[in-house]
Nanobody, 121 residues
Framework: VQLQASGGGSVQAGDSLRLSCVASSRTFSSHVMAWFRQAPGKEREFVATIRWGVQRTMYADSVKGRFTIFRDSAKNTVYLQMNNLKSEDTALYYC???????????????WGQGTLVTVSS
């Protein structure tokens, strides 16, 4: 499977962006799709995850209330709606797929190429 992420860009603090990630092969109800991010000079960190079938979600504390992960099964696509962006949200955002409902990157085995989000204050 290949994951293609898109939607990144340069915005001002307080703006919104929506990231998309489409999978090249069908995503099943048991799959988990997630977003991680990596800021310059920092380690990759968990952002949000969703269990495909039941749409159970989990968020990092730093994005709770601002970001929403959701999916469109007909388009085999997972989205990350990011509102009220802050400068500390600047990072390369990766989508990933696995089978464990987890915030640990080691539980995910397929990664997209990343899409860059830059937030200016």
């Amino acid at each position: 499977v290949q994951l293609q992420a898109s939607g990144g860009g340069s915005v001002q603090a307080g703006d919104s962006l929506r990231l998309s990630c489409v999978a090249s092969s069908r995503t099943f109800s048991s799959h988990v799709m997630a977003w991680f991010r990596q800021a310059p000079g920092k380690e990759r960190e968990f952002v949000a995850t969703i269990r495909w079938g039941v749409q159970r979600t989990m968020y990092a504390d730093s994005v709770k209330g601002r970001f929403t992960i959701f999916r469109d099964s007909a388009k085999n696509t997972v989205y990350l709606q990011m509102n009220n962006l802050k400068s500390e949200d600047t990072a390369l955002y990766y989508c990933t797929r696995g089978s464990q409902f987890s915030a640990d990157s080691r539980d995910y085995n397929t990664w997209g190429q990343g899409t860059l989000v830059t937030v200016s204050s």
